[in-house]
């Protein structure tokens, strides 16, 4: 036989040992519950959002002053 068709048959049978123990490894997960309360992060959650530093001159939308009378349009 030729080099390349071992080559083949062997690369083969490898991807259908790895499909096999893939297949065996979620069935195991899929047996347990799959989806479980905890989602296994760890360590503390902190929701408030990151406080950016802007160079001076630049705000951020909604920290701009609001002005209630608009500014006139000039044609």
Do not use: H, N
């Amino acid at each position: 036989m030729s080099s390349l068709v071992i080559d083949l048959i062997l690369c083969g049978l490898a991807y259908v040992i790895l499909i096999y123990v893939m297949a065996t490894m979620t069935k195991k997960s899929l047996k347990k519950g799959g989806r479980s309360e905890d989602d296994g992060d760890g360590g503390v959650e902190d929701f408030t959002p990151p406080k950016i530093d802007l160079p001076p001159g630049v705000q951020w939308p909604s920290d701009s002053p609001k002005s209630r009378i608009p500014e006139p349009v000039e044609y």
